[in-house]
């Protein structure tokens, strides 16, 4: 093979990998997937022998496999290495892109760890690439799904021409160890996996049926896969979509063909496809379904090369990952919300509210010419100059376009608008808890969260802080139109309630605060409640029935 040109020596390690790979695909257990994995690298790959380390549930890696001498089979296949010995050889060996090589020169102090190990004689090398008996190649496998959990290590000896491998050799196990996470990972969900993908003809035959084979192993495969053009007028175009990709987007590959990958994601995250098409690297992003939604997927690329003008396609796997990210969500919206009412809980408001202020105080101004001098930026206060914009306030950049929370003049209405705080706690909840119980309690929390809700705008957020108190953020309200709103909370509430056939009341004392930089979010929530508890003492006197 040395004595032939680079580009048959491509094309020959191609059909190989086609091989092996198409190997990978006709196991049907877990079993027989990982020993197909070694198998194919001794058949297909140009090594003598290939192990298949696994992760086990504790983290430690067992051999799974081991192909290419049966006495080293016999002798270490089921041996457990620790994963704080199989870390540290990942970490000190030279990075080949993903693989890790770690020479003889280096590798005599891994003798003694707890890695199960095969040394075999020969010897030493004459050449400065020539393979040492004791140099030591590993391909990590990551778990699908485009996370960097470790799913196992395919670690290989003894290259049948004895010398380390090249560029394409590298790249061809690469691609390899790639190709055997999906295969193991796919065998571990589906115990009696159809076989899909028909063996490669051998080394021997024509280019033609090579790719014949994989046009077998590409249509039938159990996720989807896509071929994209890159380069030129027409780069990303799919050239090809398989009969799982097309299931997943509900779209025909007809259809499919007069897209690119760009023309389906979301516009939030076409930044994220082009940066992982340039690199041939693993995203997660949203693609577009034919009925209009959007479906979250796990996007594998590999980058083809042709042996003469470079990149050619992108070989695209493509995962549904919709219920996991549906999951993520969920558990996002749990920590944030009420379990009880589904209100945004204390930790949220506060995060709200804080995201409106600032350290730096906002100065306005307090006569009318400091007003119109403001206006036509004739100032030499730099926060009226910007109309409430800070543009000094990021220590990263000048332009930091941060509007102001000022809190209007309430004694004064002056007609400045700000971001009003309503702390609102019930009148006689406790009395109907002691009375009637807490699930009565509960239902009217419920139904005062519903009713509060329906007061506000869209815009506006209302907030359970705990107990019977709640807190209604509104923003752009001058002090009356924060007084009136108020009213119109407290008189939605007043109203009775009725549960499990029983008319039950509350009432409700509203402080209003403002939101101003300056200030946090304690303060704010502080001076609020301040103020509700003023208009509760105010309004001692006036009699409220609960219950």
């Known amino acids: 093979m040395e004595a032939e ?20 695909n006709t196991a049907r257990s877990l079993a027989d997937t990982l020993q197909t994995v070694a198998d194919g690298i001794v058949a297909g790959l140009g090594y003598e022998l290939a192990c298949v380390n696994l992760v086990r549930a504790d983290g430690d890696l067992v051999v799974a496999a081991f192909a290419g001498n049966s006495a080293a089979e016999a002798l270490i ?3 457990v290495g620790s994963r704080s010995s199989w870390e540290r050889r990942l970490s000190m060996g030279e990075e080949w892109d993903e693989l890790r090589f770690i020479p003889h020169t280096d590798g005599w102090v891994l003798l003694d760890d707890d890695v199960p190990q095969w040394h075999t004689d020969g010897p030493d090398p004459r050449f400065e690439d020539e393979w040492h008996p004791q140099d030591r190649l590993y391909a990590p496998m990551y778990a699908s799904g485009g996370g960097p959990d470790l ?21 061809a ?5 790639s190709q055997a996470a999906i295969a193991i990972s796919n065998a571990r969900l589906r115990a009696n996996m159809q076989r899909a993908l028909v063996r490669l003809e051998r080394e021997q035959q024509a280019l033609r049926a090579s790719e014949e084979s994989f046009r077998q192993a590409f249509e039938y495969a159990p996720s989807g896969m896509a071929i994209a ?5 027409q780069h990303g175009r799919l050239l090809r979509a398989n009969d799982a990709l097309c299931r997943l987007l509900g779209r025909p590959a007809s259809v499919l063909r007069r897209y690119s990958f760009a023309d389906l994601v979301h516009p939030e995250d076409i930044g994220t496809l082009l940066r992982t098409s340039a690199e041939g690297g693993r995203a997660e992003l949203r693609l577009g379904r034919r009925d209009g939604t959007y479906l979250w997927v796990s996007l594998r690329n590999s980058v083809v090369a042709d042996t003469a003008d470079g990149p050619r396609f992108l070989l695209t796997h493509v995962e549904d990952i919709e219920e996991r990210k549906r999951h993520e969500l969920h558990l996002a919206h749990r920590a944030s919300h009420d379990a009880l009412t589904g209100l945004p809980n204390s930790a949220e408001l506060r995060s709200r509210l804080g995201s409106r202020l600032c350290e730096r105080p906002h100065s306005v101004a307090t006569t009318a010419v400091e007003a119109l001098d403001a206006a036509y930026g004739d100032t030499d206060d730099p926060d009226a100059r910007t109309h409430g914009y800070d543009v000094d306030a990021a220590p990263g950049g000048p332009y930091d ?24 706690d019930l009148d006689g909840f406790k009395s109907i808890n002691d009375r009637f119980g807490h699930h009565t309690g509960d239902a009217v929390l419920i139904e005062v969260a519903r009713r509060l809700t329906t007061c506000v705008r869209d815009g506006d957020t209302v907030a359970r802080l705990g107990g019977d108190e709640f807190v209604v953020l509104a923003d752009g309200l001058g002090a009356a139109d924060a007084a009136d709103l108020a009213v119109r909370l407290r008189n939605a509430i007043i109203p009775p309630i009725r549960v499990d056939g029983r008319a039950v009341r509350v009432g409700a ?21 301040q103020r509700m508890y003023v208009e509760k003492r105010s309004r001692a006197k006036v009699h409220r029935r609960a219950g």
């Open 173 to 177: 196990l690469q691609m390899y160890a």
């Open 77 to 79: 296949t089921g041996r």
């Open 401 to 424: 376009h941060h509007v102001h929370a000022v809190a209007p003049d309430t004694e004064n209405d002056d007609g400045a608008k700000g971001l009003a705080v309503l702390f609102c």
């Open 5 to 24: 040109s680079e580009p048959y020596v491509r094309l020959a390690t191609l059909r190989q990998l086609h091989q092996a790979v198409a190997d990978l």
């Open 151 to 171: 799913l196992g290590v395919i670690s290989v000896d003894r290259p049948r021409n004895g010398r380390r491998p090249g560029a394409w050799g590298r790249e």
């Open 229 to 233: 053009e890159m380069g030129g007028d």
């Open 509 to 529: 004392s509203f402080g209003i605060g403002w939101a101003a930089c300056g200030m946090t979010a304690e303060e704010v929530l502080r001076s609020a409640d």
